[in-house]
């Protein structure tokens, strides 16, 4: 018995060793839109999570989860979903789809470090360097324009190229110089845990939509690579923002 009980659980890593890892580009066009900084939309983190309706989930930001895949999160970088039943993550170990190494902080926080330059980038998530809410200065036009992605799932009114698609999600990103503790203005490898990632949702039917802070624009993010086995996305942002996970 004992036997079999090791040839199976043999099978089952062969089996997760052998799931595919997708890895593509995709051009980011840009669309106009007012406001000047971001927001996190329905859902936020940091420690309370809150749900569509006003509800909440509590977690300690410096809480860790390990999933059965290895796949290591905080509390400070984790949003729940309330109306799909998902989670939204910005891993906090491993590699991002560059080869940085991914950990966190003792806030919790993820930390991408490039080992070649030695320099490093911290992503909070749903909140400021200091703490503040993250929807802080935005302007009343994209205030109402969050509001309305939330209320139809949709972005195709700020996004013309995500006609046809459903928001299923988001999470706000804040990318910060770990050294300095200065808003990072340029291409970051960003990995994303979504727990309603699917081997059937590919470059076809899988988009993130992304309000730049820098620009005040919605834009498509190139998805840099996808790995089903962990449900984890790669993402290329130039720098914070709020990105929306949306699919067909």
Same mark, same amino acid.
């Given at each position: 018995m004992k036997k079999w009980k090791a040839l199976t659980v043999f099978g089952l890593v062969c089996a997760l060793a052998?799931?595919?890892?997708?890895?593509? %580009?995709?051009?980011? &066009?840009?669309?106009?839109?007012?406001?000047?900084?971001?927001?996190?939309?329905?859902?936020s983190s940091s420690g309370?999570?809150?749900?569509?309706?006003?509800?909440?989930?509590?977690? &300690?930001?410096t809480q860790v989860t390990v999933d059965a895949n290895g796949v290591q999160t905080t509390g400070a970088g984790t949003v729940v979903n309330s109306e799909p039943g998902t989670i939204i993550a910005v891993p906090s170990n491993g590699m991002n789809a560059a080869g940085q190494a991914v950990t966190s902080d003792t806030n919790g926080n993820t930390v991408i470090r490039d080992q070649a330059t030695g320099s490093s980038v911290t992503v909070v998530v749903g909140k400021t360097s200091d703490g503040k809410n993250s929807t802080a200065g935005l302007s009343q036009q994209t205030i109402s324009q969050f509001e309305a992605i939330d209320t139809t799932k949709s972005m195709a009114g700020v996004?013309?190229?995500?006609?046809?698609?459903?928001?299923?999600?988001?999470?706000?990103?804040?990318?910060?110089?770990?050294?300095t503790g200065a808003a990072v203005v340029g291409t970051q490898i960003v990995p994303i845990k979504w727990t309603g990632l699917t081997q059937a949702m590919n470059a076809?039917?899988?988009?993130?939509?992304?309000?730049?802070?820098?620009?005040?624009?919605?834009?498509?993010?190139?998805?840099?690579?996808?790995?089903?086995?962990?449900?984890?996305?790669?993402?290329?942002?130039? %720098?914070?923002?709020?990105?929306?996970i949306m699919t067909r």
């Open positions: 052998a799931m595919p890892v997708l890895t593509f %580009g995709a051009s980011s &066009k840009e669309e106009s839109s007012g406001g000047s900084s971001s927001g996190g939309g329905s859902s309370s999570v809150v749900a569509g309706g006003g509800s909440s989930v509590i977690q &300690k930001p996004l013309p190229e995500a006609a046809g698609y459903t928001v299923q999600g988001n999470i706000n990103l804040n990318v910060y110089d770990t050294a076809e039917n899988l988009m993130v939509g992304y309000y730049d802070n820098a620009t005040g624009q919605y834009i498509l993010v190139p998805i840099v690579a996808i790995d089903y086995a962990t449900q984890t996305i790669n993402i290329r942002v130039n %720098g914070s923002g709020t990105a929306r």
